[in-house]
């Protein structure tokens, strides 16, 4: 069973992925942790970042951000480019690196100006503050047009184009700008004008920012549950890092900047962590071979640890505000409300990001819900099916299968685009167990690419005896979907057989009495001799009637053929014809017969042995009914049943007539497409009959 609308096809990834770089994104995440950790080394041995305003940019606050964003963006764009060549892991891999640069630019500029003149200096001075705009700008204003599995629109490039030329522009501005106080900067130019281009520049990457967040909220209104998570994320990011350098640009200074720039920082910090985040999720889609765990607890513990921080920061700011203490009673104070707050935090940050790393389906109660929202929606496809289509979705696996392992042989498989067979380290097989019995079993097979992690498998356990409950529930299902055609084709036969015995030999037999009887009536009074032989006469037919009578209650179809099984309905029939001096042996070896070929026999085996007890004067009859051929091989033949009987009667005369009991065994076999013989039984005694049918 697997989903064919478009939608829901790229349910699995969201991005076409072509194959990747492994060696690059290595290379990027190392020269980015090296920058970074360089950065941050030399400042906590040096302590370089100066406590006041040095007179120019180098801002502590602002070089965290730079460090975190080096060590953040690496790993996602490692990641990417390992698996995919898509835009996106390009500029995440430009603005780890450009963060990283611009740290280190700091504190090598800082420690050579400690230390002496360095070559340079001006430049990794002035570096701090343009190095990170060209991965950070190109990744709001360009990436958000790319990121489809498709080629963008002629409207989308375009956007792109202006972005990647406003972002080239501020570069520039930023480049050759001289900072206060600083070292003179060897790019700088002495334009006025060109100062002004580079704030015309900052308002219309602001403008594009939004478009793109725009552009990102409508179009995830059409695509899957997963995509829509990882759009929303990425939207967030984007629209909190536009607005927040919106802030910092273009707010005056004074007019509580301080307050607005403390509020800023985080929400740029956040929207940082984020975008990476979105931009692993977007690309791989699930494909996160086994990554996931790692990816969702490094979110929680970054955001945490800025979150932590923040409200550190805020606490000891409004206690110096609003109570008469001391710094130190605002520490305390600020130390208690994280004791407080810290658990309660950690939980509400780990269930968002769980759900937007795995999806709504995160844990097992929701994703029973979503289970139950599926089964109570009626699907046309049954209760199995859906409950696999479910567990496949909600754990976003390759591929999940039920097989029973009794009868009757009831399966369900889900499986996503382009996953094969099941090897061995891709896939796993839990038992699905029903009051202790082992009813089947359900297979797991992770993504193209993938493993399947504990997590996965942990939820899957928990839910195997959902699934092993609804296997057990269509097994029953089948079983009285099968009961029910075997009892309503075995009363039909039944019916036709009653209807055919009595239009062709009861009723005529009764009729032909109720004319005798009115013969002897008109008789009675000028021939009395002649009225009692014809009523004598009427007594024995009456007498053999009753036997017939008799003997069609024997032929009606047992209870046994109800539940398919021939061999106890043949036992049944000898049992019929015990009290009446006929001896019948039965054997049956054919098996998985379907209810027409039961019946068949069955009704042909009770013609026969009532032929010979009424006919051929048998003491001993033998039913057997064997398969012989093979199908395939077995000198070509195919596999075909067959019904041999034979007694030890008179036999068939020469000159014999078919009567109505073979014209309807013959009827019998010629509707499944089978043939019928009657010839005389081993060394010509008894009589044989023998009907194949394929």
């Known amino acids: 069973m697997t989903t064919s609308s478009t939608t829901t096809a790229r349910a699995a990834t969201v991005v076409r992925r072509r194959p990747g770089r492994p060696v690059t994104a290595a290379l990027v995440c190392l020269v980015a942790w090296s920058m970074s950790l360089t950065a941050l080394g030399l400042e906590l041995g ?14 502590p606050v602002y070089f965290s951000l730079d460090v975190a964003m080096g060590l953040l963006n690496a790993p996602a764009a490692a990641l990417v480019l390992a698996r995919s060549r898509h835009v996106a892991g390009w500029l995440a891999a430009l603005v780890s690196i450009g963060f990283a640069a611009a740290a280190l630019s700091l504190t090598v500029a800082l420690l050579a100006q400690e230390r002496g003149g360095v070559a340079g200096l001006g430049f990794w001075a002035h570096g701090f503050s343009w190095l990170w705009i060209p991965g950070s700008f190109l990744a709001v204003t360009v990436l958000p047009w790319y990121l489809r599995d498709d080629a963008p629109g ?38 006025a004008g060109l100062e002004a281009v580079g704030q015309v520049a900052m308002v219309g990457l602001a403008v594009v920012g939004t478009a793109a967040v725009v552009h990102l909220a409508r179009r995830s209104r059409d695509e899957t549950a997963e995509a829509r998570r990882a759009l929303a994320t990425f939207a967030v990011g984007l629209g909190a890092l536009v607005a927040s350098f919106t802030v910092l640009t273009f707010w005056p200074e004074g007019a509580g900047r301080d307050v607005v720039t403390a509020l800023a ?35 929680v513990w970054t955001l945490l640890t800025g979150g932590v921080v923040a409200l550190y920061l805020l606490v000891v700011w409004l206690v110096g505000r609003v109570l008469p203490v001391d710094d130190e009673v605002a520490g305390l104070l600020a130390a208690a409300s994280l004791a407080l707050a810290v658990q309660p935090l950690r939980t509400w940050l780990q269930r968002r990001v769980d759900r937007i790393v795995y999806g709504s389906d995160s844990d097992p109660v929701s994703l029973l819900a979503r289970m ?29 299968e039920v097989i029973a392992h009794e009868a009757p042989a009831v399966s369900a498989r889900s499986a996503g685009r382009g996953v094969r067979e099941r090897s061995g380290h891709d896939a796993v097989v839990l038992p699905l167990v029903v009051e202790h019995r082992e009813i089947g079993s359900l297979l797991l097979q992770a993504l193209p690419g993938q493993r399947l992690d504990l997590r996965t498998v942990r939820i899957a356990r928990h839910l195997s005896d959902v699934v092993a409950v609804s296997l ?14 075997r009892l309503g084709e075995v009363r039909h036969e039944e019916r036709r057989m009653l209807r055919r015995e009595l239009h062709d030999g009861l009723g005529p037999s009764l009729a032909g009495v109720g004319l005798a009887l009115a013969a002897a009536r008109r008789r009675l009074a000028h021939d009395v001799p002649g009225t009692l032989e014809l009523l004598t006469g009427l007594e024995t037919e009456l007498a053999r009637r009753t036997d017939d009578v008799r003997l069609l209650a024997r032929s009606l179809l047992p209870a046994q053929l109800d539940e398919g099984n021939l061999a106890e309905a043949l036992g049944v029939l000898a049992q019929r014809f015990a009290g009446s001096g006929l001896r019948i042996g039965t054997e049956c070896e054919a ?11 069955y009704h042909v085996a009770a013609e026969a042995v009532l032929n010979a007890y009424r006919h051929a004067g048998a003491s001993r009859v033998d039913v057997e009914v064997t398969s012989e051929g093979g199908g395939a091989g077995d000198d070509g033949r195919e596999a075909a049943v067959v019904l041999t009987v034979t007694d030890d009667g008179v036999g068939v005369a020469p000159d014999h007539q078919p009567g109505v009991g073979l014209q309807s065994m013959r009827e019998r076999a010629d509707e499944l497409g089978g043939t019928l013989t009657v010839t005389s039984g081993p060394e010509d005694r008894g009589t044989q009959v023998r009907m194949v049918l394929p």
Do not use: C, K
């Open 46 to 59: 040096f302590g370089l970042l100066p406590a006041d305003d040095p007179g120019y940019y180098a801002d």
């Open 265 to 299: 920082v985080p929400v740029l910090y956040v929207s940082q962590i984020f975008m990476p985040l979105a931009i692993v999720l977007l690309v791989l889609g699930a494909g996160l071979w086994g990554v996931d765990v790692a990816v969702s607890r490094a979110t």
């Open 154 to 191: 002629p409207r989308a490039r375009l956007m792109g184009r202006v972005g990647a030329a406003l972002t080239a522009t501020v570069t520039l501005v930023a480049a050759t700008r001289q900072q206060d106080g600083a070292p003179a900067n060897p790019l700088a130019l002495d334009s």
């Open 372 to 400: 139950g929202e599926q089964l109570r929606g009626g699907r046309g496809s049954g209760t199995l099916p859906a409950l696999v289509d479910s567990l496949r979705a909600g754990l976003r696996l390759g591929a999940v």
């Open 591 to 601: 098996e998985g017969l379907d209810t027409r070929h039961q019946i068949a026999i």
């Open 472 to 485: 057990d529930l269509a097994q029953a299902n089948q079983r009285l979907r099968a009961a029910s055609q």
